[in-house]
């Protein structure tokens, strides 16, 4: 397990170079055993996790150190946010030579601290590993977490909580927010200098194009964030997941899911749910998740557009179609998703109203997102569920019809790759997180990550995780644990 430190080597103006504050009794609870195999993490390592992932001792070669970035939260600008409670440990290449970034949440106070304690409680840490495996376990792009270690420590958010460390693998940990930091700042060097490391380590392609103005880079280098962020946004609307704080700081360039704080997945369907209990407008509730990303892009477009060439109107009169241009491609991409999702490979843009009148069908009969799509792909198999045919009323023949078409095992196979059987529901979450905190005991959490590491094939337990929430999840509410 090599480090490298190659953000650290972008200069003093992107980070504060600071050491994690040592905690009092660190103690390992969560390993992620897979992910540790993909980062080639020593023996030597895994026997020491607790020290080294709690940030009592540094990985050899680790120049550690704490991100500068802003951001937009809930609409308002904030010139100047950073890692106030967590350390970048630098690179690590992965046995298939990606490079990653390691870095540790709950770590202790930075210059970005803002009168915050630099620390995480047990609950948001274990929320983050379980979240993070099970996105990435549906196939969604996503940061990964490959320790959880307890800080022996009593944190007060409220009530009393214990305290924990988190680790948190990322491609990177460049945000919409870190490029929105240097604009603000007028630090045009920085700005260049950041946009070039970004195209380096995550659209390489763009550097192998041969006489590329600065203009196009800059153009290439939106639109290739933009689809990332679409694949990511179209696949949370995929499962049902509501991210709750899609700031321009909780945005990543690499387009991976990061934050899983106020984090909820939809119960009963509804465009307007929100869980978050910091989002009184319902600003990043499901439905509104596809424009937040285009407004977000918007923003990232307006940090780049001094480094164009030309007139700010000529490099506007560039970019903007590229930003405009978003809704239609978040709405093939969309459409495409959700066809599959019935079981239907293609669909025409004339034939979309049929998407939008199942849906609506699912909102007026209060349907369980997730379980009306598993419960329509065993319709697809071949068992009979009268049921939910009457809920869909003609809807249901049409369906079944577009199914036909395409042949039944493909339809079946389609929905078998879209429909999870089984997700991270929030009533199990929270008996998981309570099990942890209150009685620290691990096992749940160990067998909820077993069921939800296979989401679209039944385990042993998964049923144990298939029931719906008594309320369908009306009343349930989530925090972003700082």
């Given at each position: ?8 080597d ?56 704490a ?9 308002g600008f ?8 967590a ?8 046995r ?11 770590s202790g ?6 009168r ?43 009530t ?31 700005l ?24 196009e ?24 997941f ?18 899983y ?67 239609e ?105 309570t ?48």
């Amino acid at each position: 397990m090599i480090i490298t430190n190659s953000y650290h080597d972008l200069g003093a103006p992107f980070y504060q170079q600071i050491r994690p504050v040592a905690v009092d009794s660190p103690e390992l609870v969560l390993w992620n055993d897979e992910l540790a195999e993909q980062l080639a993490v020593s023996q030597q390592v895994i026997d020491n996790a607790a020290s080294y992932f709690s940030g009592n001792r540094l990985l050899q070669g680790s120049i550690p150190l704490a991100q500068a970035y802003a951001g937009h939260q809930f609409g308002g600008f904030n010139p100047q946010l950073g890692d106030g409670r967590a350390h970048l440990l630098g690179d690590i290449q992965t046995r298939d030579r990606a490079i990653k970034d390691l870095q540790l949440k709950g770590s202790g106070v930075t210059r970005f601290s803002r009168r915050g304690d630099g620390r995480c409680a047990l609950k948001p840490a274990v929320r983050e590993f379980i979240m993070s495996e099970a996105m990435h376990s549906l196939g969604i792009a996503t940061t990964r977490s490959l320790s959880v270690v307890t800080t022996g420590e009593t944190l007060y958010r409220g009530t009393a909580a214990p305290g924990a460390v988190v680790s948190r693998v990322a491609s990177s940990h460049i945000r919409v927010g870190t490029f929105q930091y240097f604009a603000a700042k007028g630090d045009m060097a920085s700005l260049e200098r950041l946009l070039g490391y970004a195209i380096s380590r995550h659209y390489p392609d763009i550097d192998t194009i041969t006489d590329l103005s600065v203009d196009e880079k800059v153009s290439r280098f939106i639109e290739s964030v933009i689809d990332r962020q679409i694949d990511t946004v179209v696949n949370w609307m995929r499962v049902g997941f509501i991210h709750g704080v899609m700031n321009t700081d909780n945005m990543t360039i690499s387009g991976e899911t990061i934050d899983y704080g106020p984090c909820a997945m939809m119960g009963i369907y509804h465009p307007e749910t929100v869980y978050s209990s910091i989002d009184e407008q319902g600003r990043y509730c499901y439905g509104n998740q596809p424009a937040i990303l285009q407004w977000n892009m918007a923003r990232l477009a307006e940090t780049l557009l001094p480094l164009m060439k030309g007139s700010s109107e000529q490099a506007v009169a560039r970019i903007e179609p590229v930003i405009l241009g978003i809704t239609e491609k978040y709405q093939d991409a969309y459409y495409a998703m959700m066809a599959n999702k019935f079981g239907v490979k293609e669909l025409e843009a004339s034939e979309r109203g049929f998407i939008d009148d199942m849906l609506q069908r699912m909102q007026e009969n209060k349907m369980d997102y997730n379980q009306t799509f598993a419960r329509l792909t065993t319709i697809a198999q071949g068992q009979k569920d009268e049921g939910l045919a009457r809920q869909f009323d003609g809807l249901f023949s049409q369906w079944q019809q577009q199914g036909a078409q395409l042949g039944l095992q493909c339809a079946t196979t389609l929905m078998r790759q879209n429909n999870p059987v089984v997700i991270a529901r929030n009533h199990h979450m929270e008996e998981v997180l309570t099990a942890c905190e209150e009685d620290n005991n691990y096992e749940p959490a160990l067998r909820f990550l077993t069921v939800l590491r296979s989401p679209y094939n039944a385990v042993t337990q998964t049923s144990d995780y298939q029931d719906l929430p008594r309320d369908g999840d009306v009343c349930y509410r989530t925090y972003c644990g700082t």
